[in-house]
């Protein structure tokens, strides 16, 4: 069964500095791989996608993941965090046929001034 | 325009009473999913139709029914609420292949006292 892994429920970085969000999967054939942002009170909003094109994704608001699956990772990076990017950040794996996601247990996203 | 729209936002309850949530995109889509997310911020596919037929249903209690009028809209129902009901219940839309990006309402906020 496909899963996804994402270490650290939290992570703080000061704005301007690099994020990094770790997200690893589990999954028998190559997978399609998603990162999503969840605001405060709000539905899931799409920051980018691996589809097996690319291995380097570039998303939205300057984010990029690099799919990797020699290490079964899709690490999500940013250069500079912005304090807007305060949110809680999902990775999702959905495999080729199927079409439900099944998603990491998420990452709190802190920036601090 | 609202993409996917849910209603109601929020749904304060008593344990026993039967409820819907709906749900409409005016995206065109052909299937649309109901995920459900818990206290600690995971989210978990419930449901997925695709153009009106029901094609992924996880394991969740039959008193949990949805359905699908046409394949721009589909309801929850929710019969004899349990306090562990209450949960953030998003609706999603996409195109039926793998692999496209699924579009989340803004959420329904469902509160069992």
Redesign the interface.
């Known amino acids: 069964a496909q899963s996804v892994t994402q270490l650290g429920s939290h992570v703080s970085v000061s704005e301007g500095a690099l994020v990094l969000l770790r997200c690893n999967y589990s999954s028998s054939v190559p997978p399609y791989l998603f990162w999503y942002v969840q605001y405060p009170n709000q539905g899931l909003q799409l920051l980018l996608k691996y589809t097996s094109a690319a291995t380097l994704v570039k998303g939205i608001n300057d984010f990029e993941a690099e799919f990797k699956k020699s290490e079964t990772s899709f690490h999500l990076t940013k250069p500079s965090a912005h304090m807007s990017d305060a949110a809680e950040y999902f990775c999702a794996v959905q495999n080729t046929g199927f079409q439900k996601l099944v998603f990491g247990t998420g990452t709190r996203l802190l920036v601090s001034p | 325009d609202t993409a ?1 729209s849910q209603t109601p936002k929020y749904l304060v309850t008593q344990m026993g009473n039967d409820k819907s949530i709906k749900c409409e995109q005016n995206l065109g889509h052909d ?1 649309m ?1 109901w ?1 459900k997310q818990d206290s ?6 419930m449901f ?1 139709y ?1 153009n009106k037929e029901l ?2 249903n ?1 394991t969740v209690p039959n008193r949990f029914s949805p359905k699908s009028p046409d394949k721009a809209h589909l309801n929850l129902h929710i019969n004899s609420l349990e306090l562990g009901d209450s949960a953030v219940y ?1 609706c ?1 839309s ?1 195109q ?1 292949s ?2 496209d ?7 329904t906020r469902l509160t069992v006292l």
């Open positions: 996917v299937t999913y995920y600690k911020k995971f989210l978990k596919i997925s695709n094609i992924i996880e998003f999603a996409s039926a793998s692999g990006e699924q579009f989340f309402g803004p959420g």
